[in-house]
């Protein structure tokens, strides 16, 4: 295939391993605190609660919400359902940016600076741009362009984002690849044009990941790492 | 003073030399066609035309416009003035993309490197992100968030460019420094709360940059190249 002129990622997953860095950061939370519970789990549903509280501001049920206070309220719930509160207004926001100090999988930097050499690379992600500039800034992700969801002020899989991005750099969407470990997004970015490649990520829901981290649609790349879809770009 | 969280940079002119990049390539393009000109008085009425093109942008007389294309409507204004033309569309298109290629002062790239290490660095400008990426993707500008007037749909001066900045970044307007080589630039930012750093470009202009290059107000900085700034700072 002709190499495309931007590679957008997904973050959540595709480049950053959310569970097991959130479950690291609530296990070290709980420690200092003296608190027992079962950290993956809260992990796993503090994750669960993401796409209904997005689908809620994707329909308008509530105006436009960064992240970071979807995270906030769902924090509150689950604490609750677990018990591990009260928490404070500084635990919410120590918790809630454990999200913004998530680890990379080991492949993610090199990947990314070899395909910066044959295409734009960015983030398109449903994180907000403060939180894009943290993961990358902590992280060394050599972004060429920064993309949050508050640009677009939408959620994926609206098409305002994967459109909206192809516009801003002035690109065709089939000038532009979208490169994600979830069949979904990809699924969405392929009905507006966009090229598509599915990178496995067999750990990311840890020991439950199964098939979601199986390509389930006729993406133009399969690839096992960011380094691989860059060999496979000519990176 | 303390190290604010971001620097963000005004670009033509501040970063980079619009003059000596837009007269060369001026010059390349008329000795192919065998066409004679004066093309420093032409790269300086095409920059002429920029404020006030932008200014009927800001008034809402005409709707958002890009960059690229004020700058395509002042370069037919500026050929038929000139009588170099007729210029066809492949014609314009080479040259307002001169403003794409545009080559940086000898200081910036190690300067913005230094910068990095202390705080959020990127740009400020009146070009689009497109513009922007291709700015920093030819010459390595290392940015952490890239910023342009298509996302606010406003033009400097406007508020919306540098609070909407500032929001983005989850920062508080004095936690931003805009570091731009134009006091009129400076002058908006700090009235809306930013802090300030003048970059001396005693060559923006050429022979006729006279006065503009020095600090006309009470900026909290003001250094001769990002390297200084960078000292200042820290980095």
Redesign the interface.
């Known amino acids: 295939m002709v190499t495309p002129r931007a590679v957008l990622f997904d973050v959540f997953g595709t480049l950053v391993d959310w569970r097991g860095s959130v479950i690291a950061g609530l296990s070290a939370f709980g420690a200092a605190r003296g608190i027992t519970a079962d950290w993956a789990e809260i992990a796993d549903g503090w994750r669960r609660a993401y796409r209904p509280s997005m689908d809620r501001v994707r329909r308008g049920m509530v105006p436009w919400t960064i992240l970071?206070d979807l995270h906030r309220d769902a924090l509150m719930e689950i604490a609750r359902r677990h018990d591990i509160g009260p928490l404070d207004d500084d635990d919410c926001e120590q918790l809630v940016s454990l999200w913004h100090r998530l680890a990379p999988w080991p492949d993610v930097v090199a990947g990314l600076g070899r395909l910066k050499r044959v295409a734009?690379i960015?983030p398109l992600s449903n994180g907000?741009?403060?939180l894009q500039?943290s993961l990358?800034?902590r992280n060394g992700f050599?972004?060429?362009?920064?993309f949050?969801a508050?640009?677009f002020r939408h959620y994926k899989p609206d098409a305002e984002v994967y459109l909206g991005a192809c516009d801003?750099?002035?690109l065709a969407p089939d000038e532009v690849m979208l490169a994600a470990a979830h069949n979904d997004d990809l699924a969405a970015a392929a009905s507006f044009g966009l090229t598509t490649a599915f990178i496995c990520r067999p750990a990311e829901h840890g020991p439950a990941t199964g098939d979601r981290a199986k390509p389930s649609g006729p993406w133009d790349i399969v690839a096992d790492s960011v380094g691989n879809l860059a060999d496979r770009l000519g990176g």
């Open positions: 970071d734009i960015g907000h741009l403060a500039v990358a800034k050599p972004w060429d362009v920064t949050g508050d640009i801003f750099l002035g």
